[in-house]
């Protein structure tokens, strides 16, 4: 098992910058990547941005640009470096893990608001 705890969210104005971290523990050896997830009040989970164990990179069109997905190892954490954030960017963040053999995990949640 994995267990996923995320922290960072709060309210931030239009045009500011958050950053959401996610720490990892348990069976962490076993995950193959991570991604943050976020849902707005209404409306589906829609996945922000994934990165591989590679390293590799893939981003919502609507964040591309503006929000930075990393991953330190070493901690093993992922963390989600939002900017120029606006109002449509007001969501539930979640990070989630995908094991090698499918199982997926995911965190509380944190709360993101951007608003004037």
């Not at 996945?47 to 590799?56: H, K, P, W, Y």
């Not at 901690?75 to 090698?100: H, I, R, W």
């Amino acid at each position: 098992q994995v267990q996923l705890v995320e922290s960072g969210g709060g309210l931030v104005h239009p045009g500011g910058s958050l950053r959401l971290s996610c720490a990892a523990s348990g069976s962490t050896f076993a995950i193959y990547n991570m991604s943050w997830w976020r849902q707005a009040p209404g409306q589906q989970r829609e996945v922000v941005a994934t990165i591989g164990g590679g390293g590799r990179t893939s981003y919502a069109e609507s964040v591309k640009g503006r929000f930075t997905i990393s991953r330190d190892r070493a901690t093993n954490s992922v963390s989600l470096q939002m900017s120029s954030l606006n109002p449509e960017d007001t969501a539930v963040y979640y990070c989630n893990a995908l094991l090698g053999d499918n199982r997926e995990y995911w965190g509380q949640g944190t709360q993101v608001t951007v608003a004037a």
